[in-house]
């Protein structure tokens, strides 16, 4: 039985909202949405040319490019809770795994976008054109707007920090998933103590 996606575009996406359960679930998260928001990085560009008809010129529009725009897939709201422990904003004494948070100085929330991409950063053995573009992406949006939007993998994360609970049986969810990519299965809890 494969993986329902609902509103999402891939089983990596499903994946990470698990993980994203598990931290509201526990008080580091106060919410998150999928695809929320789409920020322009830059203006579309046009140029003229003089083209002569037969009695007169006329200023013609040369149209060069499209503006570019970026959704990122998902907008997490962190509680001051997570902070120094899953995401930056106090001292903490192993490095937090999200980052470029933004701080609203009115409702104090604390936000970040990520972006989510397969293992390989292939689909089906063939490259997909983000793994180029997302890069760029990534440095357009830093230098135009000061947002960082951070790149995970959901199986490096699961073993960098822990595993969601959900994620622990298979896709349809009846049984334990038997997986290589799982090396390091570690709870929520346990992984917030490793931080004390």
Request: aromatic fraction near 18%; charged fraction near 25%.
């Amino acid at each position: 039985m494969s993986l329902d996606l609902g509103i999402y575009r891939s089983n990596e996406e499903v994946y990470f909202s698990w993980y994203l359960d598990d931290l509201v679930k526990y008080g580091y998260v106060s919410w998150y949405k999928y695809e929320s928001k789409t920020f322009k990085l830059l203006d579309e560009a046009k140029s003229t040319w003089d083209k002569k008809l037969k009695t007169k010129v006329v200023a013609t529009e040369l149209h060069l490019f499209q503006d570019m725009c970026y959704t990122p897939d998902f907008e997490i709201c962190f509680t001051e809770k997570a902070l120094g422990i899953f995401c930056n904003g106090k001292p903490a004494i192993k490095r937090p795994y999200f980052i470029g948070v933004v701080e609203d100085e009115i409702t104090n929330e604390y936000t970040t976008f990520i972006d989510v991409k397969g293992n390989a950063g292939s689909i089906y053995g063939i490259k997909s054109s983000s793994v180029v573009t997302f890069p760029y992406i990534q440095k357009i949006a830093w230098d135009k707007l000061r947002i960082y939007f951070q790149k995970i993998v959901p199986q490096k994360l699961f073993n960098d920090t822990f595993t969601p609970s959900r994620y622990l049986y298979t896709d349809a969810g009846g049984q334990f998933r038997k997986s290589k990519t799982m090396k390091n299965i570690v709870n929520i809890k346990d992984y917030v103590k490793s931080f004390h």
